[in-house]
């Protein structure tokens, strides 16, 4: 990749402890500088990651954005465009696409937004709309660039880049389970986490004879955690499962336990299952396609039916009662998790913006929206499986 440096502007509304958070720093901090100068623009405020996103860019600003629109904000968006020339800006959120979409009305500068999660109502309909106006929309995982597609999202280019774990990340020390097996949960509480079903599952385990400890990780309205503290209390299970709240640093943490489990009913990803998998932790996800996407089918890892807390229960029931079987699934999480290493993500990434500056190539017309699925899947999967892994395409490259 022998092309001139590129200056690429990230933005976001603020960045909060959160898997698109920490992905925004992964980029910031693994860019190769010797192609992309990274700046950073947070419209809102910084948030608990936003010091260390703007220590780690090279030019950064804070807009102190009022109100749902902000047209001081799109002002000083521009004059940091004009300012640094800017080539691209990437967008990682609704509110901030949006303001970057009229600030950028007239200038000559690439847009791309990622779309890291499922937006719903107004939102959703002002993000559809901005983002058919964009250079490239790209989506966290193949599953959620075909649930973006039906959902009615029109593009000029698709992609769809892998997110990617810490390099930080504490490895398990053994390859042998603890008893009782100590389970880690890491996500924010809402209603599509279904934390409830982890805690059932924990009932029907007792029953059984077999016990586990469960702690939750991560933050959340009240109305959802407090049903699932309602029903700890109701099982008499206080002495076997715990609620953290939000941890800023996961990696050493993860260590400590024997298992993960993510129990989602809908995720466009799951960044959280691949640094469990970074830190050697067997993995059990309910059944849907994101989590089937990451585990290529169970082969990395244990999938349950969502909701269905007795099969939850049998499956942890047989990693426990397993010490071979535990033994296979530390190797495959640590095996599968070097595809989401940050630097293939950091790679990917270069790629794309070289790419997306080159406007002759990997276009789809404007009537992208009469393709059908499965040539917008494969447009989409021709980018990412174009090189092959990071070190072939380094290689390549002549480094």
């Not at 609704?94 to 950028?104: E, G, I, L, N, Y």
Request: hydrophobic residues 40%; neutral net charge.
């Amino acid at each position: 990749m022998n092309h001139k440096t590129l200056n690429v502007l990230f933005t976001d509304d603020s960045m909060d402890v959160g898997g698109k958070e920490k992905l925004l720093l992964s980029a910031l901090e693994g860019l190769d500088r010797r192609r992309i100068i990274p700046s950073l623009c947070l419209l809102r405020e910084c948030g608990v990651l936003g010091d260390t996103g703007r220590e780690l860019a090279e030019y950064s600003s804070v807009t102190g954005r009022k109100g749902s629109f902000s047209l001081s904000t799109c002002f000083r968006i521009r004059r940091f465009i004009k300012r640094h020339k800017i080539d691209i800006v990437h967008c990682n959120g609704v509110v901030d696409a949006f303001h970057v979409f009229v600030a950028t009305r007239g200038i000559k500068v690439k847009l791309l937004c990622s779309i890291h999660g499922y937006e719903g109502g107004l939102h959703g309909y002002v993000h559809m709309m901005i983002l058919a106006a964009f250079d490239a929309v790209i989506a966290v995982s193949r599953s959620f660039l075909i649930d973006l597609v039906k959902a009615g999202y029109v593009a000029k280019r698709y992609y769809y880049i892998y997110n990617c774990h810490s390099n930080t990340l504490s490895k398990r020390i053994t390859g042998l389970c603890n008893d009782p097996m100590r389970i880690v949960s890491v996500s924010r509480f809402d209603w599509s986490k279904d934390q409830l079903t982890v805690v059932e599952a924990c009932k029907v385990l007792n029953d059984m004879g077999k016990h586990i400890t469960v702690d939750f990780v991560g933050g959340g309205s009240t109305c959802y955690v407090d049903p699932v503290k309602a029903l700890v209390v109701k099982h008499g299970l206080e002495s076997q499962v715990r609620f953290l709240g939000s941890v800023k640093e996961i990696g050493s943490l993860l260590s400590e336990y024997d298992a993960f489990i993510l129990s989602s009913y809908a995720e466009s990803f799951g960044i959280a299952i691949i640094e469990a998998m970074a830190a050697g932790l067997p993995v059990i996800a309910s059944d849907i396609p994101s989590f089937r996407e990451i585990t290529e089918d169970g082969e990395y890892g244990i999938l349950f039916r969502c909701g269905d807390a007795r099969h939850l229960a049998e499956q942890i029931s047989m990693l426990f009662s397993n010490d071979g079987l535990y033994s296979d699934y530390v190797q495959c999480s640590l095996q599968r998790s070097q595809v989401f290493s940050r630097a293939q993500y950091c790679w990917n990434l270069e790629k794309l913006y070289y790419e997306l500056m080159d406007c002759r190539s990997h276009l789809l017309p404007a009537s992208s929206c009469r393709r059908s699925i499965g040539e917008i899947v494969a447009y989409a999967d021709s980018f990412l499986g174009s090189d092959g892994s990071v070190a072939d395409s380094i290689a390549r490259s002549g480094e």
